[in-house]
């Protein structure tokens, strides 16, 4: 089992940028692909990117692809999402979630959850 811990979030400018970090619990977290989520309120949750288990494989939806990257650090069990050049429509609550072995775009395919963390963008 997996607990899941985000921070890092806050209010930042448009072109701005964060890094938020998303810490494990458990001893077997290098086994699961990792994804972080966001959603606004009254909107689906929607897929940001996720990392392989190992780090050697990302996935980033369209509307974040260059601007952010995912990456990991298995020895201090934490995933980490570097967010650039950030823009309004980016504000929402961020999620990470792990599941094993492979990631999905499909939150439901998510066994465990994080609290999420706010990030809003102002003009």
Do not use: H
């Amino acid at each position: 089992q997996v607990q899941l811990v985000e921070s890092g979030g806050g209010l930042v400018q448009a072109g701005g940028s964060l890094r938020l970090s998303c810490a494990a619990s458990g001893r077997t977290f290098s086994i699961y692909s990792m994804g972080w989520f966001r959603q606004v309120p009254g909107n689906e949750r929607e897929f940001v990117c996720a990392i392989s288990g190992t780090g050697d494989m990302t996935d980033y939806a369209d509307s974040v692809e260059g601007r952010f990257t995912i990456s990991r650090d298995n020895a201090k069990k934490t995933v980490y999402l570097e967010m650039n050049s950030l823009r309004p429509e980016d504000t929402a609550v961020y999620s990470c979630a792990a599941r094993p072995v492979s990631w999905s775009v499909n939150p439901g395919m998510y066994y465990f959850w994080g609290q999420g963390t706010q990030v809003t963008v102002s003009s």
